[in-house]
């Protein structure tokens, strides 16, 4: 098994080949599936990605994606082509019908206000999900992985070994008359359904199913080139007529504009079935009167009832080996642009978890943290988009506007945070009030000085995601005794953050993570110098001038790309630096150790005198927590 | 002659066909070279470009790109992937050897620090010439134009109708036994030299040819990934040690380095060629000892002495159609990172103005400011690299940093300014101190908010590059008269500027820009919707929710995505908005019109009481400010 995405014939008791195998089979080929298997694929595991599509995304569906998604593609580096092609949205626009029948203006106002969400990217980026999907095509295609197309999952079963996985292959669409269906079969340690709101996988998963709450509203969706005159079309705009409803206006990247239509529930004499383009276009001019609007081009038409549900498992309890994630485990309104990015963060969130039990390296414990995270905000989401979703449809400007303030961060994505857990154990110091470094969070974005080569740089996405924890070690102070004792005490060999590393040292040499296009220029093998498991990084407001890099202890000096300078050039329009934001502030005498997990989110805290005696002691918290989720089997 | 780059059968007077033609033909296929081919293509002319060489420059020869020359590129919507994957270089610093035979750095600073330049991007980006090249060989092969290569530039001379050229065609390299050589003949309105320091074209420019001033100190460079405890290769350095010479230090793209070490002049014992890489390492290791330093790949090797000179003429004055730009034109010391850049502004300056000239929308007096502007910044960067090469050279930290704090802008190329001419006459009103929107000079770094997206922009590169002049009426408050009437005068039939722009429609109508491959993206169409010559736009303070778009004189109601607010979200860091950095301020009473050249230079500012009258006037003197060098021939 040394070829990603290639199946290997496994051996079985016998010394007899025996059916193909891959490591993790995901299905299905959407922003779900392929966050998945591009973070598989990265981190070196067999991976499969099979979708019953013949063809990727093209038209329609998802557009929109939030700041914290943004902030997650960068830890891959990746996105930066969607930010440079797609749209922005960085204001809200109200419309509402007068008395006499013509639309006044009831609101303007910036989409994500730093005053209400500290972002780094404060905007809402249209771009259409095939260009997020042929993003990770691309990436998985150099590093020799290609989505198995036309390809239909049946089933699977658990087996002695894992699990036994039945497929249906399609021929190409252009030989469709054929109806050549080839079975498939291959054994596999996991399933994920990334299959949507009709998820096959779901299936295989005993009581994961559950009813939804379908909403009695029927929407269209329009995706084209509009001429009008009406002015707020390149703003994300709410427009409520009260005889005719509302419409909730998208702009587009390619000059397009997506609206969605609401169909009243009262029209009683259309099924769902008659209520065609022609009709929708009709509701919106009626709804858009006396502004004019025609369509120089439609490019996709769709229809929809908002139903919200959220699966009673994402995991089958009876294995442990077969997840869901995405569309297939929860669903819900588009309109506030959600379901692309929370599709794509349980994916995220499941895919260093799976690499890191794959490689042996993790307790029980680690896998099981994604249920219990994920389903958490997908109830989260659920809550915001049943009032959200009736306010748009009620147009109740003030209810909305609201509703959306109470919601931003949430919005926006970096207000997810997951409950307390093994990962996300609670804080026993004084935390600060606010938006901070606390356990199961987002980090708030902060700007810090790289001491090695001058450059000012985003704490947050700075290290490249390549599935290590990121252990920020911040002491303001370096002429404390703390540092030396902490790092000497993590470094001993005995230590559990030793034996990981020896541990993920020789997994890592056995099956090396994938090269990556562009790997020469992001020189990943910067911040795995001390550990494939644990990138150690210094944040300090010690002046630049009074010390080098080489005189730190080893784990530090051995790490000269994640020495940062927390300095005054570095503060934020507020004039907070990032200890500020992330802590509170930090006193000379006082030092803290930030874990961060692999895919960004603040795993633990602790806050400390910086003394001889509470760096031993911070080396001996720290083989805590980790060892409350990974171990050293060798 | 409908299609780019293939050259098309001319029609001589018996209606019999001739040697193939092109409008402009660019010799040698580096950044000059490219820069200009990129930018006649993009506006449709007719364009060969040819290089001797075999292949795309792969190793060594240029490798920083200035703050201004990402902006420029950035105007064409090019660059993204350079920044991306380009190493950024924020400080530099002094090392000195001491007595006792150690070194100290002697300086750490910014390279270029806010309060001594105002820069969009305060960096140098080392990225390799081979990376801008091939930028823009992809861009003109989207456009349906390959470089011409293995062929070399031979002779040209006048003919009645313009220009015969000759080339040799070399065999390619594989079949290069056959020494296959064939002659090509063709037609050409223009030929441009960028063919480098040998130029064969410049041999066509009587009296052309200047002197240099050879320096005798001898050079290495040497590019390659080094082991070494010296710390401070990841900023740009210099290093002097007084028994064995200088070193600049620059760090590279993909965990290179590129070193310029000195060849003591005293080395008599030495020829230049015996002085192979082998020398220039142990050279290397004695100054930076008692640092240690050593290869673990080295990818290019290089030679030079610094020689400074500048062409006599950078266009032949008997026919006026062949130029030179980039080397062919100047030769200095490449350490100031200043070749690329000031090469491809040789020629982003040359296109525009070519365009026009090949339309018939200019009058001879625009082509004629290409040589007195470019010979006047090859002049100013031999003054400033006569002596920045000799700091380095000796070593005096104190000196050079001297004269670095008297060049920034310049260096950055943001400094760069062209004398009173035709194109940048003075300004009549009264010009605030210090860096502005001054004519002949890049207009400073500003935000300011797009009103129909609400989207931050830099206003300095928002609008892109499509041969057009950009007119920024800047009015503080609408309710002012001067508007109106301004617009309604230019908008007169009779003005000059919409005959330039009835012809100007035609031109391009009969004769289109090429389309880009992100076009659907950038939809350059939002910024010639009024004319192909003139993008109008507005700068104001007036309160959004004051006013609507639509209700806007014509020719700004039709251009709405060029509506922009100096409002307070967008001030600086030191609390300025655009209008301050560009005008030092306007009063409510007051307003501006500034003419920006289709390069992004400042062309003419004028500043007027924001009365009916004023309007009426500044019309007028818009229209005497562009019939000095265009013309309506229709």
Redesign the interface.
């Given at each position: 098994m040394t070829v990603n995405g290639e199946l290997q014939p496994a051996v079985n008791g016998h010394g007899e080949p025996s059916t193909p195998r891959c490591e993790v089979c995901v299905v299905g080929a959407g922003p779900a599936g392929l966050m998945l298997a591009s973070n598989l694929v990265r981190l070196g595991i067999h991976t499969k990605i099979i979708d019953e599509r013949p063809t990727a995304t093209s038209l329609g569906r998802a557009d929109g994606l939030q700041p914290k998604t943004l902030e997650t593609l960068r830890m891959m580096r990746l996105g930066?082509?969607l930010v440079?092609?797609?749209?922005?949205?960085?204001?809200i626009c109200m419309w509402a019908s007068t008395p006499d029948g013509s639309l006044v203006r009831s609101g303007?106002e910036?989409h994500y206000p730093a005053a209400a969400v500290d972002l780094l990217d404060p905007?809402i980026l249209l771009c259409h999900q095939g260009m997020v999907e042929d993003m990770f095509i691309q990436d998985l295609r150099f590093r020799g992985v290609e989505v198995d197309r036309s390809t239909k999952f049946s089933s699977c079963s658990a087996t002695s070994a894992g699990l036994s996985v039945e497929c249906k292959v399609n021929g190409t669409e252009d030989d469709r008359e054929l109806e050549k269906v080839l079975a498939a079969d291959f054994a596999a340690d996991y399933v994920v359904g990334c299959d949507g709101a009709h998820s096959q996988v779901r299936r295989m998963v005993p009581e994961a199913y559950a009813a939804g709450t379908p909403h009695d509203s029927l929407w269209g969706v329009l995706d084209g080139e509009v001429d009008t005159?009406f002015?707020d079309i390149?703003?994300k705009t709410v427009v409520h007529a009260a005889a005719h409803g509302s419409i909730l206006v998208i702009?587009r990247?390619?000059?397009k504009t997506r609206l969605y239509i609401e169909i009243k529930g009262g029209d009683s004499s259309f099924n769902s079935k008659t209520l065609g383009q022609e009709y929708v276009m009709q509701r919106a001019s009626e709804i858009l009167a006396p502004y004019r609007i025609s369509w120089r081009s439609v490019e996709w038409f769709g229809r929809y009832q908002v139903a919200q549900r959220v699966a009673n498992r994402f995991v089958d309890a009876a294995t442990g080996r077969i997840f869901l994630a995405g569309d297939a485990s929860h669903a819900h309104s588009p309109k506030a642009a959600q379901g692309m990015n929370t599709s794509m963060h349980d994916t995220w969130n499941l895919a260093w978890k799976m690499n890191l039990a794959l490689r042996g390296l993790a307790l029980p414990a680690l896998l099981e943290t994604y249920e219990a995270e994920r389903k958490k905000i997908a109830h989260d989401l659920i809550d915001f988009d049943v009032e959200h979703a009736s306010e748009i449809a009620r147009g109740d400007a003030a209810a909305l506007a609201k509703n959306f303030r109470k919601n931003t961060a949430f919005i926006a994505g970096v207000g997810v945070a997951y409950a307390h857990n093994v990962l996300n154990p609670p804080d026993g110091s004084l935390t600060p009030l606010g938006r901070c470094a606390r356990p199961g969070s987002n980090p708030p974005p902060a700007k810090v000085m790289r001491y090695?080569?001058?450059?000012?740089v985003d704490i947050q996405t700075d290290i490249p995601a390549l599935g290590q924890f990121k252990v920020f070690l911040v002491v303001p102070d370096l002429s404390c005794e703390f540092l030396a004792t902490l790092c000497s005490s993590l470094s001993a060999p005995t230590s559990l953050i030793s034996r990981l590393t020896v541990a993920a040292r020789r997994s890592y040499a056995a099956k090396p993570r994938t090269a990556g296009p562009?790997d020469?220029?992001f020189?990943p093998e910067r911040y795995t110098s001390i550990s494939d498991l644990f990138t150690f990084a210094l944040i300090t407001s010690t002046d630049?001038?009074s010390f080098?890099?080489?005189h730190l202890p080893p784990i530090l000096a051995s790490s000269p790309w994640t020495i940062y300078l927390d300095d005054a050039a570095s503060l934020d329009?507020q004039g907070r630096s990032c200890i500020d934001k992330w802590l509170g502030g930090l006193s000379s005498s006082e030092a803290a150790i930030i874990n961060v997990r692999p895919d960004g989110y603040v795993g633990s805290v602790r806050r400390v005198e910086s003394t001889a005696a509470a760096g031993v002691e911070a080396a001996q918290w720290m083989d805590e927590y980790y060892g409350g989720f990974l171990q050293a089997p060798w």
């Amino acid at each position: 098994m040394t070829v990603n995405g290639e199946l290997q014939p496994a051996v079985n008791g016998h010394g007899e080949p025996s059916t193909p195998r891959c490591e993790v089979c995901v299905v299905g080929a959407g922003p779900a599936g392929l966050m998945l298997a591009s973070n598989l694929v990265r981190l070196g595991i067999h991976t499969k990605i099979i979708d019953e599509r013949p063809t990727a995304t093209s038209l329609g569906r998802a557009d929109g994606l939030q700041p914290k998604t943004l902030e997650t593609l960068r830890m891959m580096r990746l996105g930066d082509n969607l930010v440079r092609l797609g749209t922005k949205v960085y204001d809200i626009c109200m419309w509402a019908s007068t008395p006499d029948g013509s639309l006044v203006r009831s609101g303007r106002e910036l989409h994500y206000p730093a005053a209400a969400v500290d972002l780094l990217d404060p905007y809402i980026l249209l771009c259409h999900q095939g260009m997020v999907e042929d993003m990770f095509i691309q990436d998985l295609r150099f590093r020799g992985v290609e989505v198995d197309r036309s390809t239909k999952f049946s089933s699977c079963s658990a087996t002695s070994a894992g699990l036994s996985v039945e497929c249906k292959v399609n021929g190409t669409e252009d030989d469709r008359e054929l109806e050549k269906v080839l079975a498939a079969d291959f054994a596999a340690d996991y399933v994920v359904g990334c299959d949507g709101a009709h998820s096959q996988v779901r299936r295989m998963v005993p009581e994961a199913y559950a009813a939804g709450t379908p909403h009695d509203s029927l929407w269209g969706v329009l995706d084209g080139e509009v001429d009008t005159d009406f002015p707020d079309i390149w703003s994300k705009t709410v427009v409520h007529a009260a005889a005719h409803g509302s419409i909730l206006v998208i702009p587009r990247e390619r000059n397009k504009t997506r609206l969605y239509i609401e169909i009243k529930g009262g029209d009683s004499s259309f099924n769902s079935k008659t209520l065609g383009q022609e009709y929708v276009m009709q509701r919106a001019s009626e709804i858009l009167a006396p502004y004019r609007i025609s369509w120089r081009s439609v490019e996709w038409f769709g229809r929809y009832q908002v139903a919200q549900r959220v699966a009673n498992r994402f995991v089958d309890a009876a294995t442990g080996r077969i997840f869901l994630a995405g569309d297939a485990s929860h669903a819900h309104s588009p309109k506030a642009a959600q379901g692309m990015n929370t599709s794509m963060h349980d994916t995220w969130n499941l895919a260093w978890k799976m690499n890191l039990a794959l490689r042996g390296l993790a307790l029980p414990a680690l896998l099981e943290t994604y249920e219990a995270e994920r389903k958490k905000i997908a109830h989260d989401l659920i809550d915001f988009d049943v009032e959200h979703a009736s306010e748009i449809a009620r147009g109740d400007a003030a209810a909305l506007a609201k509703n959306f303030r109470k919601n931003t961060a949430f919005i926006a994505g970096v207000g997810v945070a997951y409950a307390h857990n093994v990962l996300n154990p609670p804080d026993g110091s004084l935390t600060p009030l606010g938006r901070c470094a606390r356990p199961g969070s987002n980090p708030p974005p902060a700007k810090v000085m790289r001491y090695i080569d001058a450059n000012p740089v985003d704490i947050q996405t700075d290290i490249p995601a390549l599935g290590q924890f990121k252990v920020f070690l911040v002491v303001p102070d370096l002429s404390c005794e703390f540092l030396a004792t902490l790092c000497s005490s993590l470094s001993a060999p005995t230590s559990l953050i030793s034996r990981l590393t020896v541990a993920a040292r020789r997994s890592y040499a056995a099956k090396p993570r994938t090269a990556g296009p562009e790997d020469d220029y992001f020189c990943p093998e910067r911040y795995t110098s001390i550990s494939d498991l644990f990138t150690f990084a210094l944040i300090t407001s010690t002046d630049k001038s009074s010390f080098e890099i080489a005189h730190l202890p080893p784990i530090l000096a051995s790490s000269p790309w994640t020495i940062y300078l927390d300095d005054a050039a570095s503060l934020d329009t507020q004039g907070r630096s990032c200890i500020d934001k992330w802590l509170g502030g930090l006193s000379s005498s006082e030092a803290a150790i930030i874990n961060v997990r692999p895919d960004g989110y603040v795993g633990s805290v602790r806050r400390v005198e910086s003394t001889a005696a509470a760096g031993v002691e911070a080396a001996q918290w720290m083989d805590e927590y980790y060892g409350g989720f990974l171990q050293a089997p060798w």
